[in-house]
């Protein structure tokens, strides 16, 4: 398993913090995700062998929840 941090700049609330959730969680590979609101950083922990940080940061693009960073 591996773990990235993703900085999404526009999470501001409970609403986001589900839809970025509901976005990542059923990707197959994509075991955790855990969405921190003040630091605006999205934790997730996945198998690289399943799932690539592109097709999470494709994901969230599609919510309107941009990656500007990835850690």
């Known amino acids: ?38 630091t605006k950083e999205v934790t997730v922990r996945y198998d690289p062998r399943i799932v690539g940080l592109d097709r999470m940061k494709e994901a969230l693009a599609d919510e309107d929840y941009p990656v500007e960073l990835v850690e």
């Open 1 to 38: 398993m591996a773990t990235s941090i993703l900085n999404v700049p526009d999470i501001s609330c409970g609403h986001c913090q589900a839809m970025i959730t509901g976005a990542l969680a059923p990707i197959p590979g994509v075991d955790s995700v855990n969405v921190d609101i003040p």
